[in-house]
């Protein structure tokens, strides 16, 4: 567990392009990430019968509320908008910096 969620990471940021933060950049990458997981937890749930409100509610919330691996797609997602918005607004060294101070601030 300790390689493989670091693992994830580098190889879905060596597969991320560069990309504006847009709409359409949102939708897809909320179609393609969250959409999945969400119905994968409703299907996990109903067959191991938890129909408890609270579970469904962190359902909703999704991430490490839940438990289990369903909180890579979510923490993956939230990368992917923050990352966007870095290579749409900043440049050079400056984002180089913003992303070093990231790197850093997320080792605790």
């Not at 908008?81 to 290579?87: P, Q």
């Amino acid at each position: 567990m300790f390689v493989s969620s670091p693992l994830f990471f580098v190889v879905s940021g060596y597969f991320f392009h560069s990309q504006r933060l847009t709409l359409s950049f949102v939708k897809q990458k909320f179609s393609r990430l969250i959409i999945p997981s969400f119905v994968y937890s409703l299907i996990h749930a109903m067959l191991s019968s938890n129909c408890k409100i609270n579970f469904w509610l962190k359902l909703l919330y999704g991430g490490r509320a839940i438990g289990g691996v369903y909180w890579y797609s979510t923490c993956l997602f939230c990368s992917y908008i923050l990352m966007a918005f870095i290579v749409s607004k900043y440049t050079g060294k400056m984002r180089l910096s913003i992303i070093g101070i990231l790197c850093v601030g997320g080792q605790q």
